[in-house]
């Protein structure tokens, strides 16, 4: 987020948008979703060192989560209200109706479970920040653009019709969380109300876009959400450690743009990106489009110049790699999408209650 911070005032578009100071996530706010328990061990152990803990908290901390993929770190419980915090913040300032959009980059925190913490993930600030929104907005679009399926927000709103939660990302045996299947579509009122979109490795800018264009597209005449949350996990780009998808910034752009043409409130947060300089290239150019800002191809000088060589321009290029994704898989995904939004129901014709 740092690196990302410092290429969007290079290119100074701090100066169209309005920063506002984060506040952190109150007690309430955080049991808004994560169960009391959790976030009662997450205060527990706050002020403690690694060395500090003792072997019964360290039971505990198996139970909730803390450990392999999400390490214990000094205060703990300050950083998850600090991430909780900014996202509601946000979403705090679009219910204010003082703002059509507002963008959390350190936000996006999508596999944090009620009651644990997941995936890197200590407090799952997109669930909190939606429970805010629903105060006001009766349905709300939820996209997840990482890499990763965005299993805690789908988990937390698979009951409602008042959450769509779609999500596309890459699916195969052994790639973490291994959920998001084609068929899992919600339950009882939230049936048909999750749509996942599984893809394998290699998926280009192109082919991308022709199949997720024209779905959202579909999804927001049938859903009619009030507004829309998105989640920009840079994971996907070419470059990325992860090396799955080979997209450019192109990709994202495309959504982006689709979501700012509904004229809708719009809640922009951050997510994965394990290649620094590219996930600071894709949400500062995210960011120019949100503010209807061109900015040069050419990177500015700034502190991190040196990291976008060799050719410091903010595009990124496709990579030579297999794609692994067939016309048949991919049409597949279409039928298969398009036959199950066909069921959501209007606002109008189905309201219930969260």
């Known amino acids: 987020v740092t690196v990302t911070h410092n290429l969007i005032r290079a290119y100074q578009l701090l100066h169209h948008v309005t920063v506002i100071p984060p506040s952190f996530a109150t007690i309430e706010e955080l049991k808004s979703f994560h169960s009391e328990e959790y976030i009662e061990f997450l205060k527990k152990i706050n002020g ?29 419980f300050d950083a998850a209200a600090m991430i909780g915090g900014a996202t509601v913040t946000a979403a705090k300032a679009l219910l204010s109706g003082e703002y059509e959009i507002a963008v959390n980059w350190g936000g996006g925190w999508h596999h944090a479970k009620k009651d644990q913490a997941d995936g890197f993930c200590y407090v799952n600030d997109i669930v909190l920040g939606i429970l805010h929104l629903l105060q006001k907005y009766k349905r709300v679009l939820y996209v997840d653009l990482d890499l990763h399926h965005g299993d805690g927000v789908e988990e937390a709103f698979a009951h409602t019709s008042r959450v769509l939660c779609f999500s596309i990302h890459k699916h195969e045996v052994g790639f973490y969380p291994g959920t998001g299947l084609l068929n899992d579509i919600g339950y009882g009122k939230g049936k048909y109300y999750t749509i996942n979109v599984p893809l394998f490795d290699g998926i280009q800018d192109s082919q991308y876009i022709e199949l997720i264009i024209p779905l959202l597209s579909k999804t927001q005449k049938k859903f009619q959400p009030d507004i829309v949350v998105c989640q920009c996990g840079a994971d996907t780009l070419a470059g990325d450690p992860f090396a799955a998808f080979n997209l450019t910034l192109r990709a994202p752009a495309e959504c ?63 990579r030579t790699m297999p794609n692994r994704n067939s016309t048949e898989h991919l049409k597949l995904i279409t039928d298969t999408v398009l036959k199950n939004i066909d069921y959501i129901q209007s606002p109008f014709s189905d309201f219930s209650g969260f």
């Not at 690694?50 to 139970?63: I, S």
């Not at 982006?256 to 394990?274: A, D, E, M, T």
């Open 48 to 76: 403690l060192t690694e060395e500090e803990l003792l072997d019964e908290q360290e039971e505990e901390m198996e139970k909730y989560g803390i450990g392999y993929d999400c390490p214990f770190i000094p205060q703990i």
């Open 256 to 318: 982006i743009k689709l979501f700012k043409s509904w004229n809708i409130p719009l809640l922009v947060l951050g997510g994965g990106g394990y290649n620094a300089v590219n996930t600071a290239r894709c949400w500062t150019y995210l960011l120019s489009l949100l503010v209807d800002k061109t900015v040069e191809s050419d990177i500015p000088d700034h502190k991190y110049l040196m990291k976008y060589g060799p050719d410091y321009e903010i595009q990124i290029c496709p």
